[in-house]
C-alpha cells in the first residue's frame, strides 16, 4: 500500500496553475475549430478556384481535427498524456498568430481576428504547460506526471441514452453556423444591425452543441451492465447542480468582450471530472431535484425511502469518493456515512469556484469549509 504521505508530497496548488493555462488553451482551440470549420466549409461551397478550394479543405482538416484532440482533452489532465495535444495546440497557435500578422495592415480586420489572437496566446500558453507538466518529477512514486497519470486508465465506450438524438443536435448546431457564414459580407456591411446581431445568433448554435453533449450520455443501468468496473461515486449538494460546477469565471469574460455563447461550450467542473475519471470506472452519482440539462456524472434516481441504502452500497462498491464541499442535510448525512464507513481513506474533498454572479444565493467558499470542518469533527 502506497503511503498516504506521499500524495500529500505532491505540489498540487502548482500543478493546478499549470492546469489552467491547458484548460484555457483546450478551451480556444475547440470553439476555434467550431467556428472556423463551418466558415470554411461555407468558402468551399461558394469558391471554384482549386487554390481556394484546397485552402478550405486543409483548413477544415486541420480545424477539425484539433477541435477533436481539444474534446478528447477537455479535462485538462487528459492533455498531458495525450500525444497529439502539442501538435494541436502549435497547429491553431501558428494559424492563429499568422491571421492576425496578415491582417495587422487593416486596423478594422485585426478587431474581427481578435478571437484568434486570444486563441494563439492561449494555446501557446497550453503548451508551455503541457510540456512543463509532463516533465514534472514526482520523487515519491519516482514517476514523471504523465507516466503516473496513465496508470490504470482505460476508456470504455457506452451507447448514448438517446440514441442518435446527439447526432441530429450536433448537425443543427454546425449547419447554424455554416448558415451564418454563407451571409455575403458586403450585404452584412451595409446593414450593421444584422451584423451586431449575428454575434448573438451565434449563441443558439453553442446552444444546439451543449444539448447533443448533454445527450451524447448514456443512462445509468447501461453505464453500469456495459461498465463492470468498481464506479467513481459524486456527492455534492443538490443545490450546487448546475450552478457551482457551472462555466468558469474567466471563460464568462468572453460574453463580456461580445463573444456572445461562447462559454456554453466551457466544459463545467463537474463534466470535466467525469470525463477524466470514466477512464477508471463509471462515475456516478444519485439524481437531485433540479429538472435541467446536467452534463458529467450519470445520474441514478432514488427515492426518499431508498436513497441512503443504495447511497451506502454504493460508497461501499466505490473505487473512489469524489465529494464536492457544500452545505445541506443530505450532504450532511453523507459526510457522516462516510465517516461511520471508514471510506474517508478514498474520499477526495473539492472545492469549485462559485461563479461571482451566482454568490448571492449559494454557500460561499467560508461556509462551506466550516460545514466540513465541523463534519469531519464529529
Partial sequence: MIDPDAYRSIDITGLARQCRFVTMGNYFMLVLGVLKVPILFALFIRESTISNLSIAMIGMALYGSCAWVAWNTRSGLDAITYRYSIPAFLAVAGVSICNVVEAAAEPLNLVNHSFDAMAGLATLGGVVAV?????????AFNVRLDKFLQHGKAKVQVRPAKGSRWLVFLALGLAWFVGIALIPSAF?????????????????GFGFLSVANYYFQPDYQTLIREDPRPPILLLRSFADDGNATATSTDVNVLNNLGFVGYSLLNSSLEDRLAFHYS????????AG??????????????TDEEWQDKVLGMMKKSRLIILLTGVGDSLSWELKALIRGKYINKTVFMFSKV????????????????????????
Fill in 355 to 378: 461563479p461571482r454572479r451566482i454568490r448571492n444565493h449559494l454557500a460561499p467558499t467560508a461556509a462551506r469549509l466550516q460545514f466540513l470542518s465541523r463534519g469531519l469533527a464529529g
Fill in 279 to 286: 477512464a477508471f470506472g463509471p462515475f456516478v452519482a444519485s
Fill in 131 to 139: 510540456l512543463t507538466l509532463r516533465r514534472t518529477w514526482l520523487p
Fill in 188 to 204: 452584412l456591411a451595409n446593414h450593421h444591425d444584422l451584423a451586431t446581431a449575428v454575434i448573438y445568433i451565434n449563441a443558439l
Fill in 289 to 302: 431535484p433540479s429538472k435541467g440539462q446536467i452534463v458529467g456524472a450519470i445520474r441514478v434516481k432514488l
